[in-house]
């Protein structure tokens, strides 16, 4: 159980396109997702968090008109990069939690962009 | 700001054990430990709650101190399955609210 599944899994793209990246929990309801971006031998940076039917929140250096995040249902979130460029080159990975600090977050398999 | 983990990254012989240490300036509502492999997303361990709680996964296990804002990962008999990069991840209290936050990492390798 807790299977949360994102997609792409690597996407190649020339600077100033658009990419967008969909997390869906298959099996169970999400309440929260989040979002991160991880670069090479460093953790996890949390970049906004979405709960089904709100706004999400962004963390502190995210631009939000930069990373447009929608969660439209409990089993779906999506993070769309606008105008991308090289320096947004990077591993983004979602995570699904059916909410509160007692549920575990349920990882993606992340996504790997490169801008050229 | 980020759980300081130490160490920062620890070799291992087969079947030996590892304390893995999550330090934050926080306070804490509650600890998650995660591994992740190169290249994979990070899969969850558990979760401690209360202070001075310990948990166990087969042999690995973990301690949450409230007071000191602390929690370890303890790896024992590790086996070639338990290399990856822990993490801690923290609901901690800061500027009026529970953010979620990473620990900076513990890169742990087991030799045959």
């Known amino acids: 159980g807790a299977v949360v599944s994102q997609h792409p899994s690597r996407v190649i793209c020339k600077s100033g396109t658009s990419v967008k990246i969909e997390c869906r929990s298959l099996?169970?309801?999400?309440?929260?997702m989040f979002w991160y971006r991880q670069f090479p031998k460093q953790s996890l940076m949390l970049m906004a968090t979405?709960?089904?039917?709100?706004?999400?929140?962004?963390e502190q250096g995210v631009e939000k008109d930069k990373f447009l995040i929608n969660h439209a249902s409990l089993t779906l979130s999506t993070l769309t990069v606008t105008s991308a460029h090289p320096e947004d080159s990077s591993f983004y990975i979602c995570?699904?939690?059916?909410?509160?600090?007692?549920?575990?977050?349920?990882f993606g398999d992340g996504t790997r962009l490169s801008i050229l | 700001q980020q759980p300081v983990q130490s160490p920062q990254a620890v070799i291992l012989r087969e079947g030996e054990d590892a304390v893995i240490n999550c330090s934050s300036s926080?306070?804490?509502?509650?600890v998650h430990w995660y591994r992740q492999k190169h290249g994979e997303a990070p899969v969850f361990l558990m979760i401690?709650?209360?202070?001075?709680e310990q948990k166990g996964h087969e042999k690995i296990s973990a301690s949450f101190n409230e007071k000191k804002q602390q929690s370890s990962l303890y790896l024992t008999a590790s086996q070639l399955s338990y290399s990856g990069t822990y993490f801690c991840g923290t609901d901690a209290y800061t500027s009026g609210t529970y953010k979620y936050i990473f620990g900076t990492g513990t890169r742990l390798k087991v030799l045959a």
């Open positions: 995570s699904a939690s059916q909410g509160g600090s007692n549920q575990p977050q349920h």
């Open positions: 926080k306070a804490l509502y509650s």
């Open positions: 979405s709960n089904e039917g709100s706004k999400a929140t962004y």
């Open positions: 401690l709650l209360k202070g001075g």
């Open positions: 099996d169970f309801q999400a309440t929260t």
